[in-house]
């Protein structure tokens, strides 16, 4: 029982563990960006010297908290040592702690051949200075406690204090592309939800053009125009609340968590073409190019997850079960934020290029879906009026499709009987014909229908012309009642109000009908407004209906707000619009009754809120109420027109009309004019 067998290292670990296991040059980098940021220090130095000479240098300084001798000896030169591992923050700044599997120092083995490390431990005057070369761990020894590194210790100023790497023998070529690949890649190198912090990355290669350049992340909020966050909080992980921001509006929403997760965080940008644009115009890359959604772990990015290349929650792979429907990959720009603390399961592979496709991983594909990537589906692709294009599109690619398979089925049989075989094949292209014909007889109706729908304008606005008369002889009436109900009524007094009024009334809807030749063939005027005043000045027509059915006005109008428009065209969006809100609210009885109309300018949109707590929309009529003539207030007067007029008007500014939905009762109109 005296016998014992004893593990040796062998000086070949080194490099399984440095160019083994780190195997990107960015990740190294990463790696030892990190251990910095656990040092607690608050500026990391990235300096690449001598890149067009015979030695070219990179180092990476810092002023954190250092390494004493024995750290050193305990710490830096222990492979795999777990000294991070019973310690979750850093004791100056509280960080969370990243570098725990110990192989961080081989990162360096990664970049290049030799190191010289200068280390300096806070409120200490003594430097150690220690010199490794790689290449003589597997040239000279067999076993790593065979490899002897000789330091200096020598006295220095109490105020110096961190880290100095100095790397040599560069084993990559690091030329423009590479640096801006590796400031792209440091900018989301921390969490954007903790960029603010008192950490700064400085890049400093003057041969390359870039002296003492400090990392800041990008902020996507002014580019996109649809995008969503996400969050757990640690009082609460069981529910999830969610913010959608569409155009500048946003729209709050709650679920509970199915997924066990959290608490955790995430926010992704959706970019459609326009903002894809503007996109490239500001950071000079596509989006494509840049990635997709990103994983964090404790504030730092895991790699290789929300790479171009990387599709790691199969974006793509649904896209294509459901085009039209599912955003791709390229669509996407996100981050998910999780924490070793509360996600042990989440768990890092030991190279740190990616996490264990454990059971926890799953859950977190499945969480992203169910509360990211579907509520910003839900609000991009929800349209209550068809596209005939889209459809027609659809019925292309499920055609192709059919006929590609039917085209395989007969070459197999081919194989075996060539008659049926050629039967079959003049089948499949008999089917592509008749639907090459079909789809252009369908192109061709579409053409035509928008020659109708130009020479419709004039009808439409015929239409807006009687409505707008039918909505003043509706004033007219709630004015009578008014003046009915008034205190001390006098039927002298009264009658001759009242027939004046009418008389006035009466006047104004016929003078619009009786000029409709005229205005048929009119163009609009177009004056530049400030339209909360205006706004304000159609609302106060509506006073008599609003105390007539106790309906409560609150206005919140951001002030200043001028816009290039046909005072016309804006009363017709209002009055339309706030007619319906009465009408629903009418309906009920329950409650009291209010609209709230907002006007907010965002970057591309103003927008125009009209929102009411009435009778609502029922859901099976959310795709038919912008079809003309469709109308649910019929008994009202209603002629199923107002909303189609309106969508028409806002077309003309560049605009259009949305439905959103609301989690109270009621129903909630976006009039949106392009800025």
Known sequence: ????????????????????????????????????????????????????????????????????????????????????????????????????????????????????LVSVARDSATKISASFNWNEFEEKYQSVSDVKIPYVISRCDKRETGLYLEIIGLRDEWNLSKLKKLIRNLRQFKSPFAMDDNFKIIIDAPELGYSNYIISSENLEGISSLWIDVECKKENSDLVCMTVCKDGIEYEEKAVNKYNIGPMRMRVYFFNQGDKIRFKNRFAIRVRDFGNIRLYRDEFRIHPYGETNNDWLDIDRRMAQGYSRFFGSRDLVGYVQTYKQYNPGLIPLTNRQGLIENDDFQKLRKFVFEYAIKPLERFYFVKFKKNVNETLEKSKRQINTTTQQIDDIAKEISKYNKDLGKKLKEYVEDIKKQHSQQVKFAEE???????????????????????????????????????????????????????????????DSMAKLLTVRDDLARTRHKTRIDLAENIVDILNDYEGQFEKYSIQLEMNMEAKVEYLIDVGDLKAIINNLISNSIKALREVEDRNREILVELKRTDRFIIIKIQDNGCGIDETNREKIFDPFFSTTQKYGGFGIGLTIVDETLKEYGGALELVEVETDGACFLAKLRR
Not at 63 to 89: A, C, F, P, R
Not at 475 to 491: H, I, P, S, W
Request: proline share 1%; aromatic share 8%; with cysteine.
């Open 1 to 116: 029982m005296g016998n014992y067998l004893q593990f040796v290292a062998s000086t070949n670990l080194k490099s399984l563990l440095g160019r083994g296991l780190v195997t990107d040059q960015i990740a190294a980098i990463f790696e030892l960006v990190k251990n910095s940021y656990d040092a607690d220090a608050e500026e990391v130095y990235i300096s690449f010297e001598g890149l067009n000479s015979d030695e070219p240098r990179l180092i990476i300084r810092d002023n954190g908290t250092g390494m004493s001798l024995l750290d050193i000896e305990k710490k830096w030169m222990v492979i795999g040592t777990d000294s991070k591992k019973t310690k979750q923050y850093s004791p100056i700044f509280y960080r969370a702690l990243n570098g725990d599997k110990g192989i961080g120092r081989f990162a360096v083995d990664r970049l290049g051949n030799c190191l010289n």
């Open 445 to 507: 109706q579409q053409e035509l229908t928008k020659v109708y729908s130009r020479i419709a304008q004039k009808e439409t606005f015929l239409h807006q012309l009687i409505h707008q008369s039918l909505l003043d002889m509706r004033n007219a009436v709630a004015a009578v009642d008014r003046l009915e109900k008034t205190q001390g009524f006098c039927v002298e007094r009264q009658a001759v109000e009242l027939f004046e009024l009418l008389k006035k009334s009466i006047s």
